[in-house]
């Protein structure tokens, strides 16, 4: 069935750190990627989305490439932000009714 | 602006208890979604619903229901609350049609059963 495994949190990086979350899946046919964000106390937000193969999804200096061959959906940013720290969620969209499979999501913290 | 509200924020309840959690969005969405959301399993669907009546068990329905009598408004009910039930609820709501696949959500409710 469909699903995403993400990487365990938690993750600490100091400020202009490089971050990468690694994100893969398991989906029947062409499944549209999703990374959402939870800043603390607030519910799940956007942060960018890829529906076919070789897309990139981009958003507040955050990026993410759809990449078929390696079913995964790596959530990168070249330089992180204290304000960033938030837990991230990969998701894929399944072939049931717009249902989402979210991964187990990854706490990041950002020192100063 | 997209706005999906919640009952409340927090809510303390006793085992054995009949709870409502409602949900009113206001984009005219077809799509609604309940989530569960605990520490170390991420979110965990209980039900969802795309249409008015109509819904659809999740992965852990157990102990819940929901209701949806109108477009706007998908309510969870946990019939006899008990202690495992203490969790951050979200709920949530999309379009239906190609592409229009993004989900919206609440602010959560944080549910204690004592």
């Known amino acids: 069935g469909d699903s995403v495994t993400q990487m365990e949190g938690p993750v600490t990086l100091s400020e202009e750190a490089f971050l990468t979350i690694n994100c893969t899946y398991t989906a029947t046919g062409y499944p549209s990627l999703f990374w959402y964000v939870q800043y603390p106390g607030e519910g799940l937000q956007l942060l960018l989305k890829?529906?076919?193969?070789?897309d990139k999804g981009s958003n507040k200096g955050f990026e993410a490439t759809y990449r078929k061959e390696t079913t995964s959906f790596h959530l990168e940013k070249g330089s992180v932000q204290v304000s960033d720290s938030a837990v991230y969620f990969c998701?894929?969209?399944?072939?049931?009714?717009?249902?989402?499979?979210f991964g187990r999501g990854t706490q990041l913290t950002v020192w100063p | 602006d997209v706005k999906v509200t919640q009952s409340s924020r927090y809510l303390v309840k006793r085992t054995g208890e009949k709870v409502f959690l409602e949900c009113v969005q206001d984009m005219d969405h077809e799509n609604m979604f309940w989530y569960r959301q605990d520490p170390g399993l991420g979110l965990r669907l209980i039900y969802f619903?795309?249409?008015?009546?109509?819904?659809e068990k999740g992965d852990i329905p157990e102990g819940y229901s929901v209701s949806r009598e109108k477009k706007e408004r998908f309510s969870l009910i946990l019939e006899s609350a008990s202690t495992n039930q203490t969790s951050m609820y979200l709920c949530a709501s999309s379009p239906s049609g190609q592409g229009k696949d993004t989900q919206y959500f609440g602010p959560g409710t944080r549910l204690t059963v004592l």
């Open positions: 998701a894929l969209r399944g072939s049931t009714l717009g249902r989402l499979y």
């Open positions: 619903s795309y249409d008015v009546k109509m819904k």
């Open positions: 890829a529906t076919k193969a070789d």
